[in-house]
């Protein structure tokens, strides 16, 4: 079989997996993180391994996967561009070669979408996305999943629901823009010219999934979730003076919050810059559910291994 003819099921965006798979998901999540929660073992993945390649940092997504991991019953190998050929030109598809090779499952952290894809044509394993410029699905996943443990009961609920987005039309946004394509809710977009969206690299076509505004504030009026990230993200520190002046009025605070629906949540995938892109008062504050965001990182990635290595169980 030629590279990229795999019948392997790779995660790279949010759109490689249907809304039922997503409903499946959520299921899966609800039982694994109960039995992690009343300490009971579930080691399906035993003797199976995953490589974690990060060429970017991370605490959460390092942490979620490889704690994840070894919750049940399998191991992980950590590789970085410093410590490894990879930071020294071997072939992204050289190493996806030997890789694939030795271990179970890969997760990747890095730079260009074009370079997890092309990891993922050689893999002999499913690869998952930890992050790319592009999109984070693996965070969407868990901010979703959050969503639904806070205001509904399953992914149902998202549909017809609005979501603000304030700030860079990045990774996150773009990811968003998939989300609400695949689960039918609206994305409500508000950046600074200039750091505006691009729907065809956030790879949606229905344009009913989001609106654009100017003002930030409009954004929110009506939204069930606000939501925002940093201004700079990872590989973009060079712009960060600029970015400072061009974001000035898009940080997320108690009068964006109070334009919201009275009920809406506040998420940031973290890290969190307070005094920046959202005050204190709102990520400290009762609307703000980041910290169940950041636990379900490893709830929601532990269903998706489970997913991807075993398929649909019972
Ligand atoms: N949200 C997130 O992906 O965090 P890390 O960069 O710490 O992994
Ligand atoms: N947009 C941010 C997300 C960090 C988790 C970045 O890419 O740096």
New binding site residues.
Partial sequence: MKPGMSLIKHYLQFKDLRAEEYAYLFERTREIKKRFKNYEKYTPLTDRTLAMIFE?A?T??RVSFEAGMYQMGGSVVHLTTGDSQLGRSEPIEDSARVISRMVDIVMIRTYEQTKIERFAAYSRVPVING?T?EY?PC?ILADLFTYVEHRGTNVNCLKGKVVAWVG?G???ANTWLQAAEVLGFTVHVSTPSGYEIDPAIAGVKNPACYKTFKDPMEACHGADLVTT??W?????EAENEERLKAFADWRVDAEMMAAAKPDALFMH???AHRGEEVTADVIDGPQSVVWDEAENRMHVQKALMEYLLLGRIG
């Fill in positions: 970017k991370s959460r997504t992050l410029n984070h965070q860079d990045n990774n996150m990230d940093v700079t993200s990872m590989g973009w995938c973290l890290p």
